[in-house]
């Protein structure tokens, strides 16, 4: 497509987001251009909109948001190797340094120097993909497998998040799993845990609608948590991971698994030190773990979306073109009423 400038969703600070005409960005060497199709709007987009902010990482200069992005490769960089024009490709988010200790131990995902799309963490920001066109290193670039839908993939970045928690709990086969939250990120754990052999999966959450999601994508039992006694102290799993990004769903993790079972810690909790059941931890011989990010799960979960092995679909709720920006982070907003909600940048002219 011809371009005279790109639209791009940009966080400018707290309740201030905006569709803003920009230049159309260019491919230097080793680097090549996205026509976005789709970008999924995630927990992190919606906090900068609202609250300016992602935990410790506060907007200090104008953000382009939006780091679950795909699309066709329309240029590529003077000298660059790269796909054929038109191929959909899948962007992989984070740049990582290559050379501290983490990047050398295969740990990219938590490297020293790490950057994000479309994050705040580091001055001057990464500027993100929400936009027409997106300019990124051939390499981080990856072609989409025969057949799959251009659609379904824009899980794939959130799904990697989901496939990477999964690992951090090793072999899952067979094994009773609790999962907390049943968000777009809570449901793709389910799917990914449905994908690994699990066996029972319990899923819990506030809301009565993200647990016919979660029963959609593999949940063999759901529970509504609330005011009433929920019962999940007494499951006993063997795994529970941690989806809800709230401190109660870490409490009913360490109590939900059995002696000497495993939490995973995925969902990202509230800024500062938040208070954790460690006696219980301790006293039950419990493993609290860790899970960040991800690094090179992105290709295996394109395949696994592709051949059918990670039933996905049921997680975008609602596709809404750029023109309707406002509503759309509106709706990703509301749990009850929306899962996955991807903006559509296809050409007005065409949509
Ligand atoms: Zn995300
Ligand atoms: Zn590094």
């Known amino acids: 497509m011809n371009m005279s400038s790109i639209r791009a969703v940009v966080a400018h600070g707290a309740g201030d987001l905006r569709v803003e005409q920009r230049e159309v960005p260019v491919p230097g060497p080793g680097e090549v251009a996205v026509e976005v199709r789709y970008g999924g709007i995630c927990g992190s987009d919606l906090h900068y909109w609202r609250h300016g902010a992602v935990g410790e990482f506060r907007l200090r ?13 329309r240029q590529a960089g003077p000298g660059t190797q790269a796909l054929p024009l038109g191929t959909p490709v899948a962007v992989h988010p984070l740049a990582s340094c290559g050379t501290c200790r983490q990047c050398g131990a295969g740990r990219r995902n938590t490297c020293l120097d790490a950057g ?70 809570g449901c793709l754990v389910v799917a990914a845990l449905r994908a690994a052999g699990a066996g029972e999966i319990t899923v819990t959450d506030v809301h009565e609608e993200p647990l016919a999601v979660a029963r959609a994508v593999g949940a063999t039992s759901v529970v509504r948590v609330g005011s009433e006694p929920d019962g999940l102290d007494g499951l006993a799993a063997d795994l529970a991971i941690e989806s809800s990004g709230n401190p109660a769903g870490l409490r009913t993790c360490v109590y939900g698994v059995d002696r000497g079972g495993l939490v995973v810690g995925l969902g ?10 460690a006696n219980a931890v301790i006293t039950r011989e419990l493993r609290l773990v860790g899970s960040f990010r991800f690094d090179t799960e992105l290709g295996e979960v394109l395949r696994a979306l592709s051949d059918g092995r990670l039933p996905a679909d049921p997680v ?36």
């Open 61 to 73: 200069e104008p953000l382009v948001l939006g780091h679950e992005i795909v699309g066709h490769v």
């Open 316 to 351: 975008i709720s609602s596709v809404l073109p750029v023109s309707r920006t406002d509503e759309a982070f509106r709706l990703a907003a509301e749990p009850a009423r929306s899962c996955k909600v991807l903006l559509d940048f296809a050409d007005p002219a065409t949509a």
């Open 268 to 277: 990202l909790l509230p800024p500062g030190d938040t208070p954790v059941a």
């Open 116 to 185: 994000y799309l479309g994050s705040a963490a580091r001055d001057p920001h990464v500027q993100g993909g929400l936009a027409d066109v997106l300019v990124v290193p051939a390499e981080r670039v990856l072609p989409l497998p025969e057949g799959l839908d251009l659609r379904l993939a824009a899980l794939a970045e959130p799904a990697s998040v989901a496939w990477h928690a999964v690992r951090q709990a090793g072999d899952v086969r067979g094994k009773r799993v609790l999962v907390t939250g049943a968000g777009p990120i």
